[in-house]
């Protein structure tokens, strides 16, 4: 039986060059915004939403080759 009023225990991620427009998007399609995009001291964006099922989804950035 899935209990509703707590989320899933797991998370998706979703990498794209555009995290800005995809969290946008995201959020106009109905999921809550979580954490708005931010870029980290690694030099990747990441935000993170929940969508319509309760799913935290990641939406980042791809991670910079190290130098």
Do not use: H
């Not at 915004?33 to 993170?48: A, I, L, M, N, R």
């Amino acid at each position: 039986m899935i209990q509703r009023d707590q989320p899933p225990g797991w998370e998706v991620c979703f990498v794209t060059d555009d995290v800005a427009g995809a969290y946008d998007r995201a959020v106009a399609a109905g999921c809550s915004p979580v954490v708005s995009p931010s870029d980290k001291p690694w030099g990747q964006t990441v935000s993170y939403v929940r969508d319509l099922n309760g799913c935290l989804v990641e939406i980042a950035s791809p991670v910079p080759p190290s130098t």
